[in-house]
């Protein structure tokens, strides 16, 4: 994604978008014959591989076997899915739950109510009745269970009843979830324990529609099987898990690669997994449609296709892309879909985005093209909605008029970042979920325009022509902010409009388990400063410069993101302080400790603004005493900022590679796998993207591991290069600095994977070694 609005005339290049699995027992191969349609392979081209969504191995005899859920009685659907989770989410009380399927309810509806120790909860999905608990816990418990951390160590032992019965229903009916790219930022080695408690999440603050990624790539691998590619140019072709989102996206092919057979089968069961979780709470698994994305020489192996090259993304090669209109591409699209009901079953939602960040049409009518994907879609999935990504010009006029936006859904990715808009006019009355990206790249900085969120989601729908039909929880990376996660969520459940004010005090009433009057003084100061950015050009708040190329002028580590200070930086010390005086017995709470972590973290990297300034000063004056001075203060920062957050579990680098290398069959694939999942974190791709494309660094956050191995050397290279520079009066050396992070991306020194150290006393030591805050 780019910050900037395009330009006239030619489609630009642009930013990435935004921008794993359960360990399986292998499944026996078996040989299958082209999907109908499809063009005969040649002799001798290779048996297939198939995975089915509801074939296991079974352990003991390695027997592929059919599993079958019992069939729920007529005029109801099994809470037993919604059960599972919730015994997964309060193992200590889910016992005081009676969740009531509830078929006669309204759409989306749930109703709460109960005595002490004897809750009900009636839903018209399993989702719903998990949302159910969510409003419970938050409005009666007075519980959070956040995205990360929790409360739930603190509810009495006999959970409060409910005053009256209340009864909630949804305000739209979509509620979105998951960037395209979130599988590459937040973890595309991540376990099935992993993403079903993604899901839980999910289901318990009110989103019923889910995208899934995991294992898409296995559609792409079978169908085109059989339109004259092996299974080893097929292989050579898809990218590392990291990088698969963009691949998707129609950006690049190949880096990171090549993905064995054995991954890519672990990775579609993973997937076929998580779209049966989903099915089982009645929520939709959203999967990528077929647009055209072809390989190399399509054109050449499949006689009467047309295909136009797609031209440079960020310094790599667009895959080329296949005329929709052609008759070749109504055989892949059905073979691809073919191929994906038998991983992943059917869904009624689609996600796909055409000429996404840039391309080339060529000779290709954008609305002829159009109507043909939407008609593919349909031949395959009668009614599907087609979900397109909503951002910068997309999707175009020319798109629009081609299909029946009757079956469309606008995810809008710009609501909360511009201002004057009317999304009615721009796209004609096509019905558009109203969304937000305020995480780019997985930074690890706080902050979003919740504000804005609150001033147009009431109004946008109360419009008399409104088209806003949903909410789309968009964020490049999850498992940042939990009270953007919270708030945004909650707007689709709230009859009435959300004051921001009195909902932070809420949030700090239950995110510890109880009111505190420190808590609520901390995040007041969180709302007024990083939650309380206003729209009219970002979206999301500044990153840190301990985690930017180093450099006397750095006003920030990703080329695209903010390059100031979004909100006055006391707000965040203050709250740090604040924080501290937070009641002992409150400070067990994983949702306390993640907290805390946070705000040192960003105090810190706050104060980094500060420094560098000085250090630059310092420099420019040739004072070496008080230049030594100032980068030791600096490398002690960088220092604390490494040991604060290897206290807690969501801020480790070794998380994130023992995962990579997990998924590795030998050292040879473990290694690759790693460098896929550290060069998205550091270069992104090769030089011409890191330098050419300025994507190094774009997925910057500030991690235990990540910070001393890669960050601190870099600016100990610098700084160690400035100061001879200043003893030996000369100019200072040359570094390549992307040479610097190749090097460090084809690491594979270990990481430790579990926090260390008391996150209380290493906040503490934090706060006393910045500045105090002025008072507001």
């Not at 898809?238 to 890519?264: D, I, K, T, Y």
């Not at 909410?471 to 921001?500: K, M, R, S």
């Not at 740090?576 to 105090?603: C, E, I, K, M, W």
Request: charge should be neutral; aromatic fraction near 10%.
């Amino acid at each position: 994604m780019t910050h900037s609005m395009p330009r006239a005339g030619r489609r630009p290049v642009r930013r990435p978008l935004a921008l794993a699995a359960l360990p399986a027992a292998l499944l026996a191969l078996l040989c299958a014959a082209p999907a109908p349609g499809a063009t005969a392979p040649g002799a001798g081209s290779p048996a297939r591989a198939d995975v089915r969504s509801d074939v296991r191995t079974d352990a003991g005899a390695g027997v592929p076997t059919r599993v079958r859920a019992a069939a729920p009685r007529p005029g109801t659907f099994d809470a037993a899915p919604a059960r599972a989770a919730l015994e997964r989410l309060l193992p200590r009380h889910a016992g005081q739950f009676t969740l009531v399927p509830d078929t006669a309810a309204a759409a989306d509806t749930f109703t709460v109510s109960g005595t002490p120790g004897a809750i009900t909860v009636r839903g018209s999905t399993g989702a719903t009745l998990l949302t159910g608990v969510g409003w419970y816990l938050q409005h009666v418990a007075g519980a959070d269970i956040g995205w990360p951390g929790d409360s739930i160590g603190m509810l009495p032992a006999e959970l409060p009843g409910v005053p009256a019965p209340v009864t909630r229903s949804a305000l739209v009916p979509h509620r979105y979830a998951l960037n395209d790219t979130d599988d590459g930022y937040s973890g595309p080695y991540r376990t099935f324990e992993e993403h079903q408690r993604q899901i839980d999440l999910l289901a318990l603050h009110g989103i019923n529609e889910v995208f899934v990624q995991a294992g898409a790539e296995y559609p792409y691998y079978r169908a085109l099987q059989g339109f004259g590619y092996s299974a080893e140019e097929l292989r050579e072709w898809v990218p590392g898990p990291g990088h698969q989102s963009w691949w998707l996206l129609q950006n690049l092919s190949g880096f990171g690669g090549p993905v064995s057979e054995r991954l890519m089968r672990e990775r579609a069961e993973l997937g076929g997994r998580i779209a049966e979780q989903l099915r089982g709470l009645g929520m939709t698994p959203v999967l990528p449609g077929y647009f055209g994305t072809v390989p190399p020489e399509f054109a050449a192996r499949n006689p009467g296709s047309a295909t136009v090259p797609q031209g440079d993304w960020a310094g790599f090669d667009r895959p080329d892309w296949l005329d929709p209109a052609s008759a070749v591409f109504g055989k892949l699209a059905a073979a691809y879909y073919e191929e994906q009901r038998a991983v992943f079953g059917d869904s009624t939602m689609y996600r796909m985005s055409p000429l996404h960040e840039g391309g080339q049409t060529g000779s290709v009518d954008v609305k002829s093209a159009a109507g043909a994907i939407q008609d593919a879609l349909h031949a395959a999935h009668p009614g599907a909605l087609w979900a397109v990504l909503g951002w910068q010009d997309d999707p175009t006029a020319e798109l629009l008029a081609g299909v029946d936006t009757s079956k469309l859904l606008i995810l809008d990715g710009l609501s909360d970042r511009y201002n004057r808009l009317d999304r009615e006019a721009r796209w004609g009355g096509a019905p558009y979920a109203m969304g937000t990206i305020y995480n780019f790249g997985g930074h690890t900085t706080i902050g979003a325009n919740t504000s804005v969120w609150i001033e147009r989601f009431g109004p946008w729908r109360a419009k008399s022509n409104s088209a806003l039909a949903g909410i789309a929880y968009l964020p490049e990376a999850t498992g940042t902010n939990p009270a953007a996660f919270d708030l945004f969520t909650d707007l689709a459940w709230e009859p009435g409009p959300v004051d921001q004010r009195q909902w932070f005090a809420g949030f700090a009433a239950r995110r510890y388990g109880r009111p505190d009057a420190a808590a609520a003084a901390a995040w007041e100061e969180l709302r007024k400063g990083p939650y309380s950015t206003s729209s009219g050009l970002w979206s999301e708040s500044q990153d840190s410069l301990f985690t930017a190329r180093p450099s006397l002028t750095a006003a920030g580590a990703a080329y695209w993101s903010p390059k100031s200070m979004r909100y006055q930086a006391g707000s965040v010390r203050r709250a740090l302080d604040h924080l501290l005086r937070v009641d002992p017995r409150l400070r067990g709470t994983s949702a306390y400790r993640f907290d805390l972590v946070d705000t040192a973290r960003q105090a810190l990297a706050n104060h980094s603004r500060v420094l560098l300034p000085k250090i630059k000063a310092a420099y420019e004056a040739k004072d070496l005493t008080r230049f030594r001075e100032l980068t030791a203060e600096w490398r002690d920062g960088e220092r604390r900022l490494d040991t604060v957050t290897g206290s807690d579990p969501n801020f480790l680098l070794g998380s994130w590679l023992a995962g990579a290398r997990s998924r590795g069959a030998d050292a040879a694939e473990q290694d690759r796998y790693e460098y896929d999942a550290r060069s998205i974190l550091s270069v992104w791709g090769r030089r011409s993207t890191s330098e050419g494309g300025f994507l190094h660094d774009y997925a910057n956050r500030e991690w235990s591991g990540l910070i001393t191995e890669l960050y601190a050397r870099r600016w100990d290279a610098y700084f160690d290069s400035l100061e001879e520079a200043l003893v030996r009066q000369t100019a200072p050396r040359a570094i390549d600095w992307h040479a610097f992070e190749e090097d460090w991306a084809r690491r594979t020194t270990r990481h430790p994977d579990r926090p260390s150290g008391d996150p209380y006393a290493l906040a503490a030591q934090v706060a006393s070694a910045l500045p105090a805050a002025s008072v507001n």
